[in-house]
């Protein structure tokens, strides 16, 4: 499958887990995306081990937590914390990532993508969902265009 063609299959799901949002809306770009997503019209849950409320929303501790399974997940944690959450993508048979990054590694690990590819999980490794959904805003059109000159969204 090419770039689009995962980026298509992400967005096509309908339950979307958003693993790294914050307690701190201000610092975290997981919480954009999370909000940007459920404005959308996804049902998304929330994953942080740490917090109980985010964005006004419940939050999970984790995917097995969550009242439906997602379908998707999309990984805004460190990337240390990447290769945990694909680990857990695979025991509860979620087999649809994507490891944000933008200018820098973001939250992709090279080592979750090994597993990844070892345990049939499509990972999408480069870019934003956020510069594909509907009604992106004009910086992440701009970051599309850049990212599709630049090569990294192949």
Same mark, same amino acid.
């Given at each position: 499958?090419?770039?689009? *063609?995962?980026?298509?299959?992400?967005?096509?799901?309908?339950?979307?887990?958003?693993?790294? @949002?914050?307690? +701190?809306?201000?610092?975290?770009?997981?919480?954009?995306?999370?909000?940007?997503?459920?404005?959308?019209?996804?049902? @998304?849950?929330?994953? +942080?081990?740490?917090?109980?409320?985010?964005?006004?929303?419940?939050?999970?501790?984790?995917?097995?937590?969550?009242?439906?399974?997602?379908?998707?997940?999309? @990984?805004?944690?460190?990337? *240390?914390?990447?290769? *945990?959450?694909?680990?857990?993508?695979?025991?509860?048979?979620?087999?649809? @990532?994507?490891?944000?990054?933008?200018?820098?590694?973001?939250?992709?690990?090279?080592?979750?993508?090994?597993?990844?590819n070892a345990n049939g999980i499509t990972?999408?490794?480069?870019?934003?969902?956020?510069?594909?959904?509907?009604?992106?805003?004009?910086?992440?059109?701009?970051?599309?265009f850049f990212f599709r000159l630049s090569?990294?969204?192949?």
């Amino acid at each position: 499958m090419n770039y689009q *063609q995962k980026v298509e299959a992400f967005l096509s799901k309908k339950i979307i887990a958003v693993a790294g @949002v914050s307690r +701190n809306p201000q610092m975290e770009v997981g919480n954009a995306i999370y909000k940007k997503i459920k404005s959308a019209g996804y049902t @998304v849950y929330p994953i +942080n081990p740490s917090a109980e409320v985010v964005e006004g929303d419940k939050c999970y501790p984790n995917l097995k937590s969550t009242p439906q399974k997602a379908e998707a997940v999309l @990984v805004t944690t460190n990337p *240390q914390n990447s290769l *945990q959450v694909v680990r857990e993508c695979s025991e509860v048979g979620i087999n649809l @990532v994507w490891f944000h990054r933008s200018f820098g590694d973001g939250s992709y690990s090279k080592e979750a993508e090994d597993f990844c590819n070892a345990n049939g999980i499509t990972a999408i490794t480069a870019g934003c969902p956020m510069m594909h959904i509907k009604d992106a805003d004009f910086f992440h059109r701009m970051a599309k265009f850049f990212f599709r000159l630049s090569g990294k969204l192949k």
